[in-house]
Nanobody
Framework: QLVESGGGLVQAGDSLTLSCAAS????????TGWFRQTPEQEREYVGA????????DYGNPPKGRFTISRDNAKNIMYLHMEKLEPDDTGVYYC?????????????????WGQGTQVTVSS
């Protein structure tokens, strides 16, 4: 099970940190990732972190402003977002893959959270 938290309404330029808590068969997770979705766009890859090796990957939009990290002991993945822009508004989902390491496509993930809304006002 994956549960996201930390979303909310912020102003442009603010920072926000999202959390994704994993429970259950966490020993089978290969990587976890973040995606975001707006009414105008399909679910977009934000980035991912591997659970068995030290590797992080980022998608195109947030490069330089977003940081993904993980607390191994708590099985929580974080998405720290800085200098937020109105275009960052959307529902942020976390997902877990049990095969193949870092996955950049939605199809590569086996489990999804319910999402958390992030709204950035101008």
């Amino acid at each position: 099970q994956l549960v996201e938290s930390g979303g909310g309404l912020v102003q442009a330029g603010d920072s926000l940190t999202l959390s994704c808590a994993a429970s259950g068969r966490t020993f089978s997770i290969s990587s976890t990732g973040w995606f975001r979705q707006t009414p105008e766009q399909e679910r977009e890859y934000v980035g991912a972190i591997a659970w068995t090796v030290d590797k992080v990957d980022y998608g195109n939009p947030p490069k330089g402003r977003f940081t993904i990290s993980r607390d191994n002991a708590k099985n929580i993945m974080y998405l720290h977002m800085e200098k937020l822009e109105p275009d960052d508004t959307g529902v942020y989902y976390c997902a877990a893959a049990i095969f193949g390491g870092i996955r950049t496509s939605r199809d590569g993930y086996n489990y999804w959270g319910q999402g958390t809304q992030v709204t950035v006002s101008s």
